[in-house]
Every structure is written in structure tokens, then in C-alpha cells.
């Protein structure tokens, strides 16, 4: 569904993004790991043009983007296919819950407003936040935000949902009820992109996870291979430092969520 090929991006004379290839199919929800600082912000927002790529290329289906000389149109069409979920929730502070997820509904994909009102509520219903409609990102605590945050993305129902680190912002007990909504959406086979370092979650909800460090993929694999034969001496050190015991205390803490 979506082939990325030799993704470059440097920032002055910082190569961040050093040529990263990655294929998705449809359904797939892939994790993607890395040392902060190794270029998993920049390769997201890349790929949704928010903060564009140097060079390489986006295969979207039969939309195929060459990254240096991609038109206006070129980044409209392929952003309708995208959703996002930003770190810090980017929720407009003077809108409620409701018009949070409404506006992309209306303005962006031009749906009349009493459908719009609709599909919005049903995407609060999903994420457990129906009775909050009418909250304001301020009266919502950060873990509800990044619920809004998410109904906001799967309202548009897009073909693609990138997720850049959507639970490290929240307080621990909040993370799980987070961490349900992604599970429950890739239940219902919702193409996702995933970057978190809930290893846990990783293990358990992706069909791919991907390592990055230093602007290259370094290793990638199903999640079991993945954690528990990883080849390479980066990702063997990436994974060292996460003691076994605090994965196996985390383990699937996200499914004692209350959201349902
Ligand atoms: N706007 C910018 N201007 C200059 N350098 C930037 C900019 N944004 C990111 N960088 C640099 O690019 C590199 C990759 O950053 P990026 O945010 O993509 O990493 P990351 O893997 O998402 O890290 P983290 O896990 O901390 O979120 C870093 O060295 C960062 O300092
Ligand atoms: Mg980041």
C-alpha cells in the first residue's frame, strides 16, 4: 500500500534521514523504535509532508510522489489519505471535544455539518468520550485529549494513521486507556504506523517493528523475531537497556483499560 524509498533529510549540514526504505501493506501496523534522536519525528512528518523530505520517494497505491518535485496537488491528495496524532494531542484550545473532530470532517473533506456532528460523535462514542463532547482540551485530562486526538484522526477515516509517540506525554496510569483505543483501531485492521516506546504494546499489537538509529532502518521484523533473536549490535544495546523486567511488568497492561 505505501513504499517509502530513500527517504533523505538534512537539516543544515545534519543528515538526519540517511536514505530510509520501508514497504506497509495494507492492515499493517508497524512500531517504530529508536533512540531519541534518531530521526522517527522527522521520518513521520516527512511522510505527511508537515515538515517536508529532501529527496527519495512515496508510493501510495498508484499515487507516486517523487519527494523533490512534489506539486501542491501532489501533497493535498496524499495528505487525504493520512491521518495524525501528534505527541502533545494539537487540539484547537477553543473548540470542544466535538468541534475538535468535527472541523477536518467539514472543512477539510467538505461533509455537510449535521453529518459531520454525526460522524464526529460516533468517533468520540469509539474512543469512550461521548459524555465529554462538550469539553474544552483544557477541562480533559491528557490522556482523554489524546483520545480526542485519535477520534479526530479515525473520524476522517483515512487510509493511514501515523501515531508519533501518542502515550509519552500522559501520566502512566493514563497510557493504558490510550494504548486500547490504537489496539481497538488495529483490531478493526486500520493501517498504522506507530512510534512508541511501549515495547509491550509493540510486541503485542504490531505485525512489524521497525529500528531506527542515526537516519537509517537499522533492523526490522516481526515482533517476536524482533525482541527475541534482534541480529544486529545497535538493536541488541537498544533492547539491553529495557530489562526484561520491566517489560514483563508492563506486559499488557494497556488490556486492564477501561475504554471499551
Ligand atoms: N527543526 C529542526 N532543526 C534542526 N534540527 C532538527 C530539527 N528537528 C529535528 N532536528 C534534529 O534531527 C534529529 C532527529 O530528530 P527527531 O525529532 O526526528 O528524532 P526522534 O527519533 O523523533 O527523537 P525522539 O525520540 O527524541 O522524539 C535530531 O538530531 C534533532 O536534533
Ligand atoms: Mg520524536
Same mark, same amino acid.
Given at each position: 500500500?505505501?513504499?517509502?524509498?530513500?527517504?533523505?533529510?538534512?537539516? $543544515?549540514? $545534519?543528515?538526519?534521514? =540517511?536514505?530510509?526504505? &520501508?514497504?506497509?501493506?495494507?492492515? @499493517?501496523?508497524?512500531?517504530?523504535?529508536? !533512540?531519541?534522536?534518531?530521526? =522517527?519525528?522527522?521520518?513521520?512528518?516527512?511522510?505527511? +509532508?508537515?515538515? !517536508?523530505?529532501?529527496?527519495?520517494?512515496?508510493?501510495?497505491? @498508484?499515487?507516486?510522489?517523487?519527494?523533490?518535485?512534489?506539486?501542491?496537488?501532489?501533497?493535498?491528495?496524499?495528505?487525504?489519505? &493520512?491521518? +495524525?496524532? *501528534?505527541?502533545?494531542?494539537?487540539? +484547537?484550545?477553543?473548540?470542544?471535544?466535538?468541534?475538535?473532530?468535527?472541523?477536518?470532517?467539514?472543512?477539510? $473533506?467538505?461533509?455537510?455539518?449535521?453529518?459531520?456532528?454525526?460522524?464526529?460523535?460516533?468517533?468520540?462514542?469509539?474512543?469512550?468520550?461521548?459524555?465529554? %463532547?462538550? $469539553?474544552?482540551?483544557?477541562?480533559? %485530562?491528557?490522556?482523554?485529549?489524546?483520545?480526542?486526538?485519535?477520534?479526530?484522526?479515525?473520524?476522517?477515516?483515512?487510509?493511514?494513521?501515523?501515531?508519533?509517540?501518542?502515550?509519552?506525554?500522559?501520566?502512566?496510569?493514563?497510557?493504558?486507556?490510550?494504548?486500547?483505543?490504537?489496539?481497538?483501531?488495529?483490531?478493526?485492521?486500520?493501517?498504522?504506523?506507530?512510534?512508541?516506546?511501549? &515495547?509491550? *504494546?509493540?510486541?503485542?499489537?504490531?505485525?512489524?517493528?521497525? /529500528?531506527?538509529?542515526?537516519?537509517?532502518?537499522?533492523?526490522?521484523?516481526?515482533?517476536?523475531?524482533? /525482541?527475541?533473536? #534482534?541480529?544486529? #549490535?545497535?538493536? =541488541?544495546?537498544?533492547? %539491553?537497556?529495557?530489562?526484561?523486567?520491566?517489560?514483563?511488568?508492563?506486559? /499488557?497492561?494497556?488490556? =486492564? %483499560?477501561?475504554?471499551?
Amino acid at each position: 500500500m505505501l513504499t517509502v524509498k530513500n527517504f533523505k533529510k538534512k537539516y $543544515h549540514q $545534519h543528515e538526519v534521514l =540517511k536514505g530510509i526504505d &520501508m514497504t506497509i501493506e495494507k492492515g @499493517d501496523v508497524v512500531a517504530l523504535l529508536g !533512540p531519541s534522536g534518531s530521526g =522517527k519525528t522527522t521520518f513521520l512528518r516527512g511522510l505527511a +509532508f508537515l515538515t !517536508p523530505g529532501d529527496s527519495g520517494n512515496i508510493i501510495f497505491d @498508484d499515487q507516486k510522489i517523487d519527494i523533490q518535485s512534489a506539486t501542491a496537488n501532489d501533497i493535498k491528495q496524499l495528505r487525504q489519505k &493520512m491521518g +495524525f496524532v *501528534f505527541q502533545n494531542f494539537n487540539l +484547537f484550545a477553543n473548540k470542544t471535544a466535538l468541534q475538535n473532530v468535527e472541523e477536518g470532517l467539514v472543512i477539510g $473533506h467538505k461533509i455537510p455539518k449535521a453529518e459531520a456532528k454525526q460522524i464526529a460523535q460516533e468517533a468520540l462514542k469509539k474512543v469512550g468520550l461521548l459524555e465529554f %463532547s462538550d $469539553h474544552f482540551p483544557s477541562q480533559l %485530562s491528557g490522556g482523554q485529549a489524546q483520545r480526542v486526538g485519535i477520534a479526530r484522526a479515525a473520524a476522517l477515516n483515512p487510509e493511514i494513521i501515523l501515531l508519533d509517540e501518542p502515550t509519552s506525554a500522559l501520566d502512566p496510569e493514563l497510557v493504558a486507556d490510550v494504548l486500547q483505543v490504537i489496539k481497538q483501531l488495529a483490531d478493526e485492521g486500520k493501517t498504522m504506523i506507530v512510534v512508541t516506546h511501549e &515495547m509491550a *504494546f509493540a510486541r503485542d499489537v504490531a505485525d512489524k517493528v521497525v /529500528f531506527m538509529d542515526r537516519g537509517l532502518v537499522v533492523e526490522q521484523n516481526e515482533p517476536a523475531e524482533f /525482541f527475541d533473536h #534482534p541480529k544486529s #549490535p545497535r538493536l =541488541k544495546e537498544f533492547l %539491553s537497556r529495557i530489562s526484561a523486567a520491566s517489560v514483563a511488568n508492563n506486559s /499488557f497492561e494497556y488490556e =486492564k %483499560s477501561s475504554v471499551n
